[in-house]
T-cell receptor
Framework: DAGITQSPRHKVTETGTPVTLRCHQT?????MYWYRQDPGHGLRLIHY???????DKGEVSDGYSVSRSKTEDFLLTLESATSSQTSVYFC?????????????FGQGTRLTVV | QKEVEQNSGPLSVPEGAIASLNCTYS??????FFWYRQYSGKSPELIMF????GDKEDGRFTAQLNKASQYVSLLIRDSQPSDSATYLC?????????????FGTGTLLAVQP
């Protein structure tokens, strides 16, 4: 257990509503990532953070925003959820930039947009 | 074109055989590479990482890296039914202050008893 907690674990929401997913870590790691996983697409990077208030876009950032106001929390917001955002969302953390540093994953959040 | 590409499979091998999983990457700035295993409904977990050209062995697993060909592979010797899972290849680029980690689509491995 790398001290990562994702919340909620499951959520059903309606199209057009805002949704925020939370990733909380207790390890004080610098790097945090949000991925979505869909059949046939593997893990796709949405946004990532390399420090407090330092974030950057990934492969599939449209329709998503993130915030990191403190080291331990990385929030992913869907401003207006669409059915195409139905997916399993994984948060990952990584300690530093050393080349052999692995990423540890949270348990995932299953989001359904109806 | 995805930055990291894998054959989605399924790759079916008999128990006790060698399973060979392949991955190619397009970003020549990628410096380290990771193999993760993911069981259905679970989170990915790291098997091995490699960042130098050549082979790296850990138990039944061998990772191979060829930077000139932009190719990474994972060999699983003496495959067991418990190895049946999706194997994800990931590449990391350490340019600047960022630390992007990009995954391929994964290869589904099925080990037949």
């Amino acid at each position: 257990d790398a001290g990562i907690t994702q919340s909620p674990r499951h959520k059903v929401t309606e199209t057009g509503t805002p949704v925020t997913l939370r990733c909380h870590q207790t390890e004080n790691h610098r790097y945090m990532y949000w991925y979505r996983q869909d059949p046939g697409h593997g893990l796709r990077l949405i946004h990532y953070s390399y420090g407090v208030k330092d974030t950057d876009k990934g492969e599939v950032s449209d329709g998503y925003s993130v915030s990191r106001s403190k080291t331990e929390d990385f929030l992913l917001t869907l401003e207006s959820a669409t059915s195409s955002q139905t997916s399993v969302y994984f948060c990952a953390i990584r300690k530093d930039r050393v080349m052999n540093t692995e990423a540890f994953f949270g348990q995932g959040t299953r989001l359904t947009v109806v | 074109q995805k930055e990291v590409e894998q054959n989605s499979g399924p790759l079916s091998v008999p128990e006790g055989a060698i399973a060979s999983l392949n991955c190619t990457y397009s970003d020549r700035g990628s410096q380290s590479f990771f193999w993760y295993r993911q069981y259905s409904g679970k989170s990915p977990e790291l098997i091995m990482f490699i960042y130098s050209n050549g082979d790296k062995e850990d138990g039944r697993f061998t990772a191979q890296l060829n930077k000139a060909s932009q190719y990474v592979s994972l060999l699983i010797r003496d495959s067991q039914p418990s190895d049946s899972a999706t194997y994800l290849c990931a590449a990391s680029n350490y340019g600047g202050a960022t630390n992007k980690l990009i995954f391929g689509t994964g290869t589904l491995l099925a080990v037949q008893p």
